[in-house]
């Protein structure tokens, strides 16, 4: 296996083997002709103008344009994919930033250029809105043409939609200031193991360090990584502060009653859905809570701290694996699926979809990205740990999602909303963990798996939701044009932090500064869809599991619909319904028996 130690210095990019990374001539043989391609999009993008004031004509005009628009978009969709994967391969390389700035202001072009088709379309009568529906020559871009009609009230006019359009790329600045610090300048300090031993600090070793089983190593980590943060909190306020007002800027300009349901309108979910996690949440903190008493009981420590909350409970239970030993694992547990998704997470491994190992300046975490004509590549930083084999399976979720849906539709509906994003990936998440359970057998490897599996609740679930919350309150402060400070930022985490772990944890001051490390406080309420998503994923996975042979079809049906659907009519597909509580409850009363499970055996 060839991946980076858990001690020592990180290699180079070009120090890792081809054979371990993404092949990306899928989409270019060679910077060179992505140069050429986006010289042909600049060229093609301003024929777009040409029909602005002329949509009223005919129906035959509007679907011209959608067309037109549809095909640039695509083109764009490529140019940008390949510039941000080849970017984040190394966020040092000042070539492929320059090549991602490129592609952003080429992005920020063509909504620019196109920015007249909404509001010049919302302005046509109500009977001429419903014809564009009926009509047989615009069914390809029904869609889209309902959304808009849905939400013609937030539409501006032709200029100020211009204007907005004209400051996108002015308004991802706040994100990009945070990945660039978060991911390319910020150093952590070394820290030593037991014998003396130097071990980097890094974003992609930092979980693994605090499940060492040595608790110095896991208290030195956690406190060389905020000790990093405290040392740059002003920037990162200010960072954040800035995407904050650009939200609650578009929602006050689009005539929204705030930030919040301005986000969640695109995806067509009400306040309600957000609410509603939370209060469910809250409402099983007690669960959480005893899970913390027994993991305080079973470490055998006076004091538990937000540095003992990743270690395994299983005292010297570690596993190891080779990425091949993970390959084979991951599509063993894929079998339930069928052959379909099994083939498709194996032209992954073979094609070279994923990029697998750490390296200087590479992206932290993990993620699947692609386009409609690419594979949909998949970024991680592989170690071997257990942890490693749930995010391969969790990104080959997204992945096989995006194959599916962009196989089984075209263009204009083949990009499924953010909300049913998190469901793939997590039902891969629980299928390998089932297939573990069914294999690990002792009282040691049934422990260790009610551990995990707890844990992916508390991380995905609990901790999620406390995301949600942290992002709803602070946007709202913002929206009472109150100012964002570190002070206020790191007093208001380290309360809803303890609030959520309970009086078990000693809840130490660096914990405050956590917000300033999280990257999807900049994705507009992104965090609330991985609770929802999971508490779905839960629903349909035990129905997998369960034997239901036919409800596969049902789900891959799900996947396949891509975009071609509001997303809780997509899980409607799957027997899933969220606009009750019904599904979060389950998932919550799931956690509680694993407790109780746990509590028993320990």
């Known amino acids: 296996m060839t991946s980076n130690s858990d001690k020592g210095e990180i290699k180079s990019r070009s120090d890792i083997e081809s054979r371990f990374k993404w092949d990306l001539s899928n989409m270019y043989s060679s910077d060179d002709e992505w140069k050429a391609d986006l010289e042909r999009l600049r060229s093609e993008i301003n024929e777009i103008g040409k029909f602005e004031g002329t949509l009223s004509e005919s129906n035959r005009r509007i679907a011209k344009l959608f067309r037109l628009y549809d095909g640039l978009e695509r083109s764009m969709e490529k140019v940008f994919t390949y510039a941000h994967l080849k970017h984040d391969e190394d966020l040092t390389d000042s070539k492929y930033k320059s090549m991602f700035d490129m592609a952003m202001i080429a ?36 869609v889209p043409l309902r ?44 820290i030593e193991d037991s014998s003396g031993n130097p071990i980097e600090v890094t974003h992609g070793r930092y979980v693994g360090l605090l ?35 650009h939200r609650v800027f578009n929602a006050r300009a689009r005539k929204y009653d705030g930030a919040l349901q301005a986000s969640l309108d695109w995806d067509e979910v009400s306040v309600d859905v957000y609410e509603n996690l939370i209060r469910s949440v809250r409402d099983n903190l007690p669960d959480m809570y005893r899970y913390q008493g027994i993991r305080k009981k079973a470490l055998s420590i006076d004091e538990l701290h937000m540095w003992d909350v990743y270690v395994p409970l299983v005292k010297d239970f570690e596993r190891k694996f080779t990425f ?30 994923i990029d697998r190992y750490e390296s200087r300046g590479k992206r932290s975490g993990a993620y ?6 690419s594979p949909p590549y998949i970024l991680m930083n592989f170690d071997g740990s257990i942890r490693d084999l749930f995010t391969i399976i969790h990104e080959l979720g997204h992945s096989i999602h995006t194959y599916l849906s ?27 963990l089932e297939y573990l359970k069914d294999r690990w057998r002792s009282n040691e490897e049934r422990l260790f798996l009610i551990n ?46 303890s609030n959520y772990h309970g009086p078990h944890i000693e809840s130490d001051s660096e914990i405050g500064l956590e917000w300033a490390r999280i990257p999807h406080f900049y994705y507009n309420f992104y965090v609330y869809k991985y609770a929802t998503g999971y508490s779905a994923a839960n629903a349909i996975a035990s129905s997998i599991t369960g034997g239901k042979t036919s409800f596969v079809d049902n789900y891959l049906d799900m996947l396949r619909a891509g975009g071609s659907k509001p997303p809780l009519e997509v899980l409607g597909m799957a027997n899933v319904d969220l606009r009750v509580t019904e599904p979060i409850d389950r998932g919550l009363e799931k956690f509680s028996s694993l407790v109780s499970e746990m509590e028993r055996m320990i």
């Open 107 to 142: 992005h920020v072009k063509l909504s620019e250029v196109s920015s007249f088709i909404a509001p010049e379309i919302a302005s046509m009568g109500d009977n001429r809105l419903e014809g564009l529906l009926e009509d047989p020559e615009l069914e390809f871009a029904k």
């Open 147 to 190: 959304d808009l009609i849905r939400m013609k009230e937030h539409f501006l006019s032709r200029e100020e939609e211009r204007l907005l359009s004209m400051a996108g790329e002015v308004f991802a600045v706040p994100s990009r200031v945070f990945s660039m610090l978060n991911d390319a300048d910020l150093r952590f300090p070394s």
């Open 211 to 245: 499940m060492s089983p040595d608790r110095e190593i896991r208290r030195r980590a956690f406190k060389s990584l905020y000790s990093s943060y405290d040392s740059h909190i002003n920037t990162f306020c200010a960072s954040l502060e800035g995407e904050m007002k």
């Open 324 to 353: 091949e030993e993970a390959k084979e694992i991951v599509i063993a547990a894929l079998e339930p699926l069928g052959e379909e998704v099994v083939g498709i997470a194996e032209e992954a491994f073979r094609d070279r979809w």
């Open 368 to 373: 699947s990205s692609g386009c409609y004509d």
């Open 406 to 432: 962009n196989k089984s539709q075209p263009h204009i509906t083949a990009d499924y909303k953010i909300f049913v994003a998190e469901v793939a990936s997590t039902v891969n998440e629980i299928l390998l």
């Open 452 to 497: 995990h599996h707890i844990d992916g609740f508390k991380g995905t679930v609990f901790r999620q939701t406390m995301f949600a919350e942290f992002e709803r309150d602070i946007t709202s402060t913002v929206e009472r044009d109150e100012p964002l400070t570190p002070e206020m930022l790191s007093s208001a985490y380290f309360d809803l932090n």
